[in-house]
Every structure is written in C-alpha cells, then in structure tokens.
C-alpha cells in the first residue's frame, strides 16, 4: 500500500491549493480516504474523509473552505483548498480512513504572506 502525495506549496492568506493523492497497492474504490495535517509541535489530525460511495466530512476548523473528491478509476483523491490561513499551514497526508496504512511523505503547504 503506497501513497503520494503533490500539489503543496507556498501560498498567500486567501489564496488556493489542490492536493492529489495517488494510491496504489489495494482496490481503491472499496475502501473511505482521509486527508490529514500536522502543523510544527501539534499533533496529527484529520482534515477531511470521503467514504467509499462519496459521503464526505470535514473537521470545523476547514468546513465551508475544504473540498474533498475522489477519482475511482485514477486511484486518486483530492483536496481542494480555498481561503487558506496561515493556520493551515501543515504538512498534509492522505491514506485509507481507520487503516493501520503507513504515512509516506506527505507534501508541505505554507500560507504566509
């Protein structure tokens, strides 16, 4: 099971991102994906999941701002990132919801002006 991640960066207050997450090694579209996000000196937490059938949810903080989405036959998921904050600024994860999967590289987004 491998994950990566792209489409980090740097980025000003307001501005936008979208993250994609190319999954190999298991049956995608049987199986929730959660997007994560670790800031320095906090721990990791969830951003966003979108189960199997597209049911999405977000944690408040991103709610309104975040857009999760998945693409079945590319093994891919999405996280569409509008009105960034520098309190978004983390390094972001994805892997299979409640699945003991390893983490991988993560890619590293920035909002500062």
């Known amino acids: 099971v491998q994950f990566v991640v792209s489409g980090g960066g740097l980025v000003q207050p307001g501005g936008s991102l979208r993250l994609s997450c190319v999954a190999s090694?298991?049956?995608?579209?049987?199986?929730?994906m959660s997007w994560y996000r670790q800031a320095p000196g906090k721990e990791r937490d969830s951003v966003a999941i979108i189960s199997s059938t597209g049911v999405t949810n977000y944690a408040d903080s991103v709610k309104g701002r975040f857009t999760i989405s998945r693409d079945n036959a590319k093994y891919t998921v999405y996280l569409q990132m509008n009105s960034l904050k520098p309190e978004d600024t983390a390094v972001y994860y994805c892997k299979r919801t409640a699945r003991a999967d390893s983490w991988g590289q993560g890619t590293q987004v920035t909002v500062s002006s």
């Open positions: 090694g298991f049956t995608f579209s049987n199986y929730a």
